[in-house]
């Protein structure tokens, strides 16, 4: 070989030499890359916000909480019941009564059969609504 040709193939080397350096620290960076994007978590936290919706519904939870312990406690003392929950008043008109009257049907529970004898002039219209009437009156046995 001659003098340039050994000055070729040094500089051949060197380059390669720094090519094979580069390679090296890419191959470390694409490494340390690969584990970031592996997906190792180590831990993971989360905090949960309550929504204005949720912090409404709490409220109405607590205040009927309140109220149900309310009657609990009213209850147990052996005090009526609140007026808004005392069961509505139970009439039937007096149509009605007239005419169970008339058949000799009077005031407290009412015997199906009885009533069924007493209401047979009526149309079948009629007699549902008088049962009806006499149901929610809480008349009917």
């Given at each position: 070989m001659?003098?340039?040709?050994?000055q070729?193939?040094?500089?051949l080397?060197?380059?390669?030499?720094a090519?094979?350096?580069?390679?090296?620290r890419?191959l470390g960076?694409?490494?340390?890359?690969q584990?970031?994007l592996?997906?190792?978590?180590?831990?993971i936290s989360?905090t949960?916000?309550s929504?204005?919706?949720?912090e409404?519904l709490l409220?109405?939870?607590q205040?009927?909480?309140?109220?149900?312990?309310?009657?609990?406690?009213?209850a147990?003392?052996?005090?009526?019941f609140?007026?808004?929950?005392q069961?509505?008043?139970?009439?039937?008109?007096?149509?009605?009564?007239?005419?169970l009257?008339k058949h000799?049907?009077g005031e407290?529970a009412v015997?199906?059969?009885t009533l069924?004898?007493a209401l047979?002039g009526l149309?079948?219209?009629q007699?549902?609504a008088v049962?009806s009437q006499?149901r929610?009156?809480g008349?009917?046995a």
């Amino acid at each position: 070989m001659d003098a340039i040709g050994v000055q070729e193939s040094k500089g051949l080397v060197e380059r390669l030499e720094a090519a094979a350096t580069l390679l090296e620290r890419t191959l470390g960076w694409l490494d340390d890359r690969q584990r970031e994007l592996s997906g190792e978590v180590e831990r993971i936290s989360a905090t949960v916000e309550s929504t204005r919706r949720e912090e409404e519904l709490l409220a109405k939870l607590q205040e009927v909480e309140r109220e149900l312990s309310e009657l609990r406690a009213a209850a147990s003392a052996g005090n009526e019941f609140p007026k808004a929950l005392q069961p509505l008043r139970r009439t039937m008109p007096s149509s009605t009564a007239e005419m169970l009257a008339k058949h000799g049907i009077g005031e407290g529970a009412v015997d199906v059969r009885t009533l069924d004898a007493a209401l047979t002039g009526l149309s079948l219209e009629q007699r549902i609504a008088v049962k009806s009437q006499l149901r929610r009156a809480g008349a009917m046995a």
